[in-house]
Each structure stands twice: as structure tokens, then as C-alpha cells.
């Protein structure tokens, strides 16, 4: 099993990002609503497993188990070529900071991966609902626990659990494009992924399923404390975590991270646009 070393990764990496930049708007939607859903079908799997487990018996083991079974999620994204906004946070920075793409795509991509990423796990969400899944005891009390949970951390702790969880989940990322083998991307998804998960991290995606999951079965939680209290900081968070500590540090210790290579490629993509107008 050939693994690549960090120099390779991170030019494969900026490839990737400079792709998802120039991928058409209608199949970033399309790929974006696969890996919400993806994403919401591994946190739906870890609620119908782990709000049946009695606390008094297992205690903490009940996040480890979580965090064992989440990881599917990423798995399908990764494997089955789905974009994800969190992803996409070390991708297009990678491939910013090469020079590969300009900013605007940066921020394009973003845009449409998240709107995608939202509506596939609101998607998931209607589905487990139109199911039957989670409406009764101990699914219900466990998800409207989750919802009123998540929106309720101060703006500092979300911030800050997002910039925790969406370092980890760029690592995973990072981790599977070292490997050739789907055996190697699997264990390089799970170990980083398991471990956000079982720490209490929070990832804004993931978030697109438990809290609307729980506003749906009652929790008294809103949509405004829903994108207030969550995933803004958890997003500004998620950003950070991807962006800067893996992104940014990686560029700049094995690649050619320069600021006036990264100035002269916005002002060249601004001047084009402007000639083009």
C-alpha cells in the first residue's frame, strides 16, 4: 500500500480544490446535496444506536460508540467523490495559496457546497421523519436533548468546538488522499473523524441533522438560535480549523506559500473580471 508523502498530498490536495472551484454551480449542488445527506445518514445511524444505550451502564463509552459509527459518513463523501463544505475549507485554501485559483471561486465554492450540503441533510431529515425514525422514546428525548444542547454553547464554545472538529476532519481528508487503497482511506477517514466525534467537537453539517431533526420532534429550540448560536460560530469555527491549521500550515511548510504570489493571483482575477465587464 503506497502512501504519499505531505508534498504530494498537498499538491494533490490543491488539485482538488482548483476542480471543485471550476466545477459547474448545477453538479456542485448535486454532489454538495449528496454529501449533506451522507453526512446526516452517519449521524442518524449514531442517534438509532446510541440514544438506546443505557447511561448508567456504558457512561462515556456511549460517545466512543458514537464516534465509532459517525465516520460513515465522511467515508461515502470521500469515496463516492461527493463535495462537503468543510472539505472544501483545506482544499480551496490549499489551491489559493498555489495559485491555482482566485479567491472569488474560493468563496463560490464555499457558497454552493454549503447551500447543497444543507438541503442534502434537511433532505435526510424529512426522510428519517416520513419514517417513523426517532419519534418515539429514546430517539425522541435524545434528539431534542442534542438540539437544545447545541444552541445553547456560547459563541466562544462554538466557535472554538469548530475549529477542533473541522481541523480533525481535514486531517481525515488529508489522511485519505495519502492512500491508493480504499482499506487505507478507510482507517485515515476513521481515526480523526471517531476522534471529534467522542471529544464533543462540532461540525456545522452534521449540525444541518441534529438540530433541525429536534426542532422537527419539538425541541424548544428556533430557526434563529438554529443560524445564530450555531452555525455561526460553529461555520466561522469549521473555517479556521480547516483553513489555517491544516490548509495554511501545511502550504507553507511543504509548499511554495508566498503572499505576493497569493496578491498578484487575486488582482490578476479582479482585473480580469473587470476587462471582462
Known amino acids: 500500500m503506497a502512501v504519499l508523502k505531505p508534498a504530494e498530498i498537498l499538491e494533490s490536495c490543491g488539485n482538488m480544490g482548483a476542480m471543485r ?7 456542485t449542488l448535486m454532489l454538495a446535496f449528496l454529501a449533506g445527506a451522507y453526512i446526516a445518514f452517519g449521524a442518524l445511524l449514531m442517534v438509532t444506536v446510541v ?21 460513515i459518513g465522511l467515508i461515502m463523501v470521500i469515496l463516492g467523490g461527493a463535495d462537503l463544505f468543510t472539505g472544501d475549507v483545506m482544499y480551496n485554501t490549499v489551491g489559493l ?12 465554492n464555499w457558497f454552493f457546497a454549503y447551500a447543497g450540503n444543507f438541503l442534502g441533510a434537511i433532505f435526510v431529515v424529512y426522510l428519517a421523519m416520513s419514517s417513523g425514525f426517532l419519534s418515539a422514546e429514546p430517539w425522541l428525548g435524545w434528539i431534542q436533548k442534542i ?32 492512500s491508493d487503497h ?13 476522534a471529534f466525534v467522542t471529544m464533543g ?18 425541541a424548544p429550540v428556533t430557526w434563529i438560535q438554529f443560524w445564530i448560536n450555531n452555525q455561526l ?7 479556521v480549523g480547516g483553513g489555517l491549521f491544516v490548509g495554511v500550515i501545511y502550504a507553507f511548510c511543504y509548499g511554495n506559500l508566498s503572499w ?18
Open 21 to 27: 472551484a471550476r466545477t459547474g454551480i448545477p453538479k
Open 51 to 71: 440514544a438506546g444505550l443505557p447511561q448508567e451502564s456504558f457512561g462515556t463509552l456511549t460517545k466512543f460508540i458514537g464516534g465509532a459509527l459517525f465516520p
Open 97 to 108: 495559496f498555489q495559485g491555482k485559483m482566485g479567491a472569488g471561486e474560493l468563496f463560490r
Open 147 to 178: 438540539a437544545v444542547t447545541k444552541t445553547s454553547l456560547t459563541f466562544e464554545q462554538a466557535f472554538w468546538r469548530g475549529v477542533g472538529c473541522n481541523w480533525l476532519v481535514c486531517m481525515a481528508c488529508w489522511l485519505a488522499m495519502a
Open 182 to 194: 480504499a482499506a487505507g482511506k478507510v482507517l485515515g477517514i476513521w481515526v480523526p473523524i471517531m
Open 201 to 218: 467537537f462540532e461540525h456545522n453539517i452534521a449540525n444541518m441533522f441534529f438540530i433541525p431533526a429536534g426542532i422537527w420532534v419539538g
Open 233 to 239: 460560530p460553529v461555520t466561522l469555527g469549521n473555517i
Open 260 to 277: 505576493t504570489v497569493l496578491k498578484s493571483r487575486i488582482s490578476l482575477r479582479v482585473n480580469d473580471n473587470t476587462v471582462k465587464r
